[in-house]
């Protein structure tokens, strides 16, 4: 068992893995475990994720065998150190390699070649929007402190393969940039669906798969509810197709 420190907690994940989080740390959520769900798997292939934070999504990913090597990229040095750690608290070393290294400056020979997919959650506001939160480590993971949708799409250009995928989720208010981020660096949107609370409640995020390379054409999946909108006695469900992907770990039919 990993030693915590003072300022961390250890938490129980999905799939049976156990997470050492910081508590002024953000917290694994719905969105990650999302972004994890909506990679279509290469078993044998090379996956990237950008801003791996505590090291969650790319543990759901080896913990499926979703692809053969995960690549967890981290900018900030206790955040990367902390992954490190969870792939050894979950005995993952084989599958994940974690790379303490700015997106901005990364290049496919760090990670050994081209990759089959990127995926990322890349922080949502930008640095002249929103409060300054008590936390640094809160700070840079939701602001563009070490860059923005821009700077992102521009990675993931340059590690994938040609036709490979890059798989982020991102909020609706902002996917006009993200559209345009993507094209300018020859990531073709392929499919997207928006994911809702319920159906009262407006998107409150987006997942985004592109393709680099592609041809133009997109396909919307209807939009996903994350709960039902009756509760019992006070909680409320996830409804059947939220369930299901939960159960899985993938919306796609394996």
């Not at 993200?178 to 319920?198: G, I, Q, T």
Request: glycine residues 8%; contains cysteine; hydrophobic residues 40%.
């Amino acid at each position: 068992m990993q030693e915590l420190y003072e300022d961390e907690r250890m938490d129980q994940v999905n799939d049976h893995i156990s997470l050492i989080a910081k508590k002024d740390g953000l917290t694994f959520g719905t969105d990650a475990f999302l972004l994890a769900s909506f990679v279509k798997p290469k078993p044998r292939g090379r996956a990237v994720e950008l801003g791996t934070g505590t090291g969650i999504v790319s543990l759901l990913l080896a913990g499926r065998h979703r692809f053969g090597t995960i690549h967890a990229v981290e900018v900030q040095k206790d955040f990367a150190e902390l992954a490190e750690r969870n792939v050894r608290l979950n005995r993952m070393e084989d599958r994940i390699a974690v790379h303490h290294a700015d997106l901005r400056e990364l290049r496919p020979e760090q990670i050994g070649g081209e990759a089959d997919a990127v995926l990322a959650n890349p922080p949502y506001m930008r640095t002249d929007t929103g409060k300054r939160n008590e936390s640094d480590r809160k700070y840079i993971a939701r602001h563009e402190v070490f860059g923005g949708i821009e700077d992102f799409c521009l990675c993931a250009s340059r590690l994938l393969k040609h036709s490979g995928s890059f798989v982020c989720v991102y909020r609706p208010d902002r996917l006009a940039d993200l559209m345009s981020a993507l094209r300018v660096n020859r990531l073709e949107p392929k499919v997207m669906v928006f994911v809702h609370a319920d159906g009262e409640s407006e998107p409150s995020m987006v997942l985004l798969s592109a393709k680099k390379g592609g041809a133009s054409g997109m396909r919307i999946l209807p939009p996903l509810l994350l709960h039902d909108s009756s509760e019992t006695e006070g909680v409320r469900t996830l409804g059947k197709r939220a369930q299901a992907i939960y159960d899985t770990l993938s919306f796609w039919e394996e």
